[in-house]
């Protein structure tokens, strides 16, 4: 049986990733998640939350939902908004070798949140943009 769906709603404002933070380690608390998993899911929260703010709103105003909760042993986390849809098919991939300066930048939120997560989708429809992500396992 599913816990119950644990929300926050915030504003896009980089100042709210502490809160988001504290929502989701508190969740994995409830959930009994271990450290390491926890920290996995945090990043990949930290990073998801960042390229709504910055990108699908364009540092400006708006509304992000963050949904998680546990089935079956696996951790659920879904984020909406409604700002500007991103199609992660046209995102160019990181380049993760080579010195750091030569390096192309963008690209390593979403390659960092499928390193650290098990699945991640990406939806747009009139309800919002929504992304989901899950991590398997990782809850008694």
Not at 66 to 80: G, I, M, T
Request: proline share 4%; glycine share 8%.
């Amino acid at each position: 049986m599913p816990s119950p769906v644990r929300e926050l709603h915030f504003t896009a404002d980089l100042a709210n990733l502490a809160i988001v933070a504290e929502f989701v380690a508190s969740g994995c608390e409830r959930w009994r998640i271990d450290e390491d998993n926890c920290y996995d899911i945090q990043l990949a929260i930290d990073e998801a939350v960042t390229n709504i703010i910055e990108h699908a709103y364009g540092g400006g105003e708006g509304e992000i939902v963050l949904r998680c909760w546990v089935a079956e042993h696996h951790f659920y986390v879904k984020l909406q908004d409604w700002g500007k849809a991103f199609d992660p098919a046209k995102a160019s991939l990181p380049t993760t070798t080579g010195p750091l300066a030569e390096r192309k930048s963008g690209g390593l939120g979403i390659y960092f949140m499928r390193k650290l997560m098990d699945e991640v989708h990406f939806e747009f429809t009139g309800a919002g943009n929504i992304l989901q992500m899950v991590k398997y396992n990782v809850a008694p």
